[in-house]
């Protein structure tokens, strides 16, 4: 399975804030970081706010900090929620599609198997078991 840019960008994100959780991190102090598009990082975090992953907060001293503690956010529901518009195949899209085989398919079933079966293991690890170290010139 491959994970979209969307997932790697927002796993990193995450990261980062699990290895300073009292820390409030701006879109731009992360976009700097990580040497990524503001505009980017910003939709991720709209992203990851809405599923009640992460609080942000406007304003002097505001950002983003995590919702809940990192050991108690799933890998799995992670990933999951960052792709959740990014079907594996065309066919568990929700919009049209245009596969000529869909009723006489036997791969569907086993690519849904396939993709439980990845996040389910993914889910027995937290934020906290990849959570970046501090870096030497962190603020």
Known sequence: MRLTSFTDYG??????????????????????????????????????SRAG??????GGGGGATLAQPASELRLGRVIAVLEQDQPIV?????????????RQCGLK?????????????????????????EPRNAA
């Open 11 to 48: 796993l990193r994100m995450l990261m980062r804030m699990a290895s300073a959780p009292e820390r409030a991190f701006s879109t731009a102090d992360l976009a700097e970081e990580f040497e990524l598009s503001r505009h980017h990082l910003s939709k991720i975090m709209q992203r990851l």
């Open 53 to 58: 992953i992460v609080e942000t907060r406007r």
């Open 90 to 102: 065309e066919c568990f899209g929700s919009g049209p599609h245009s596969c000529t085989i869909d």
């Open 109 to 133: 079933a086993r690519l849904r198997a396939a993709e439980r079966a990845f996040l389910t293991d993914l889910d027995r690890s937290t934020l906290a078991d990849i959570a970046l170290s």
